[in-house]
């Protein structure tokens, strides 16, 4: 088993910024991909970024230059910094987790997830 907890969700402005992290703990005892998703009240779970072993990223269209995800293999950590925050970036940010180096977008490949963190952007 795989433990995941998310961090660093709040309450902004239009306009500002956050960085939410995503801690794994437990059975790690390989490579492993790790991506942030996304939902919105009333909403599927979407995809946001991805982020394989090797440190090669994926974008959702809708966030490519504003965020950018990062990760510590040391620490098992992986950070989404988010600039320029919209209103419509408002939901639930959940983290994922999956063994091997390949990066996935759709949510049914990834094994493990947290319990995620509300980021709300006011206008």
């Known amino acids: 088993q795989v433990q995941l907890v998310e961090s660093g969700g709040g309450l902004v402005q239009a306009g500002d910024s956050l960085k939410l992290s995503c801690a794994a703990s437990?059975?790690?005892?390989?490579?492993?991909?790790m991506g942030w998703f996304r939902q919105a009240l009333g909403k599927e779970r979407d995809f946001v970024a991805a982020?394989?072993?090797?440190?090669?990223?994926y974008y959702a269209d809708s966030v490519k230059g504003r965020f950018t995800i990062s990760r510590d293999n040391a620490k098992n950590t992986v950070y989404l910094q988010m600039n320029s925050l919209r209103p419509e970036d408002t939901a639930v940010y959940y983290c994922?987790?999956?063994?091997?180096?390949?990066?996935?977008?759709?949510?049914?490949?990834?094994?493990?997830w947290g319990q995620g963190t509300q980021v709300t952007v006011s206008s």
């Open positions: 994922g987790f999956q063994y091997g180096n390949a990066y996935y977008r759709e949510r049914s490949k990834y094994a493990y």
């Open positions: 437990g059975r790690i005892f390989s490579s492993y991909a």
């Open positions: 982020c394989t072993w090797t440190k090669d990223s």
